[in-house]
């Protein structure tokens, strides 16, 4: 980011536990995510808000049980209305407002659970920036390995962000942005023909209105899962996901999510990958809590696999010893 261009600051409060970079990372999933971006211990998002391109800059200050957030916002500057606006979406994006008393509670009196909720305390829910945002991830990833399709919706976002550079997050596409874009564009960024029909008719039922978060909102976890898979291309596996990832449905759990099987699997102890019935029995032993199952469970790959904290401290109290 340019420290020359306009800056203005803003403070978030997150309810506690909180912690940015677990939040972050659950959000980011990939670290070739060109959307979500985590550079020397800040989360980094691009906005395009009343045509303005705005970039946040968000770290935290204070520890776990006593966060803050101080988000440097640069780029165009921002009026009361924009920085408000910019405001909901992080608190939206990182899960800031999420009360997980009763989550915790639960870990508790969980054998299994509760190590892996002490290890990641402070991961807070996250969710995409809105409706469209979890329809494209979900479409871009079915059938595919997360890497691959979180490449094509980076580098579709990245031809439409005309002002994103090499280092910087790029803006999410609007679904106005996405009609308007040729099928031959879309194919270019990697689409099959399949899929960018999907996603223009995603991008369709939300610009006419025919699809409405708002009206989602108020339906239960059955009425919601239907009314997605209304759409092309929408099956249980993508409604489930767009439900938890998109509208913060907690106790949804993708239970066609073949990555989850192997993994809740081999943190349960279990000779064999489970299948969506085991997955869906799983979803009612953990209910309402499901989703943050998943959401740990995630972590634990992405440290793992070297990309948290936890990770590299562990491996550094390790040589010490």
């Known amino acids: 980011m340019d420290c020359a261009d306009h800056a203005a600051t803003l403070w978030l409060t997150p309810r506690p536990p909180f912690r940015l970079d677990l939040t972050a990372w659950a959000l980011r999933r990939y670290a070739g995510n060109r959307i979500d971006l985590w550079v020397d211990g800040a989360y980094?998002?691009?906005?395009?808000?009343?045509?303005?391109?705005?970039?946040?800059?968000?770290?935290?200050?204070?520890?776990?049980?006593?966060?803050?957030?101080?988000?440097?916002?640069?780029?165009?500057?921002?009026?009361l209305a924009q920085r408000a606006r910019i405001r909901i979406a992080l608190q939206r994006?990182?899960?800031?407002?999420?009360?997980?008393?009763?989550?915790?509670?639960?870990?508790?009196?969980?054998p299994l659970l509760a190590p892996l909720a002490q290890r990641y305390r402070g991961l807070q829910p996250p969710r995409f920036a809105d409706l469209f945002e979890a329809l494209a991830n979900a479409i871009v990833c079915q059938q595919v390995s997360l890497a691959a399709g979180l490449s094509v919706l980076g580098r579709l976002a990245a031809?439409?962000?005309?002002?994103?550079?090499?280092?910087?997050?790029?803006?999410?596409?609007?679904?106005?942005?996405?009609?308007?874009?040729?099928?031959?564009d879309l194919r270019a960024a990697g689409f099959s023909r399949q899929k960018a029909h999907y996603l223009r008719a995603a991008a369709e039922a939300i610009a006419c209105g025919a699809l409405d978060e708002h009206a989602l909102v108020a339906l239960d976890d059955a009425a919601l899962l239907r009314e997605l898979a209304r759409l092309p291309g929408i099956k249980r596996w993508s409604a489930q996901y767009v439900a938890l990832r998109g509208l913060g449905r907690l106790a949804v759990l993708p239970v066609d999510d073949?990555?989850?099987?192997?993994?809740?699997?081999?943190?349960?102890?279990?000779?064999?990958?489970?299948?969506?019935?085991?997955?869906?029995?799983?979803?009612?032993?953990?209910?309402?809590?499901?989703?943050?199952?998943?959401?740990?469970l995630?972590?634990?790959?992405?440290?793992?696999?070297?990309?948290?904290?936890?990770?590299?401290?562990?491996?550094?109290?390790?040589?010490?010893?």
Do not use: C
């Not at 994006?93 to 969980?110: M, S």
């Not at 099987?261 to 032993?285: E, I, N, V, Y």
């Not at 995630?298 to 010893?321: C, F, K, N, P, V």
């Open 93 to 110: 994006l990182l899960g800031l407002d999420h009360d997980l008393n009763a989550f915790y509670a639960r870990a508790a009196r969980d």
């Open 159 to 184: 031809q439409l962000d005309a002002h994103a550079d090499s280092a910087g997050p790029v803006v999410f596409p609007t679904p106005q942005t996405v009609l308007q874009t040729s099928a031959t």
């Open 258 to 296: 073949i990555a989850a099987h192997k993994h809740l699997a081999t943190w349960l102890g279990l000779p064999a990958r489970l299948d969506a019935a085991g997955m869906q029995a799983l979803a009612t032993r953990w209910h309402p809590h499901a989703g943050m199952v998943y959401f740990h």
């Open 298 to 321: 995630l972590l634990q790959r992405l440290d793992a696999a070297g990309r948290l904290e936890t990770a590299r401290a562990a491996r550094a109290s390790e040589a010490i010893a």
């Open 44 to 79: 980094q998002r691009a906005f395009r808000i009343d045509g303005r391109r705005i970039e946040a800059d968000v770290r935290q200050h204070g520890g776990v049980e006593a966060p803050r957030l101080r988000v440097v916002l640069h780029g165009a500057s921002a009026d």
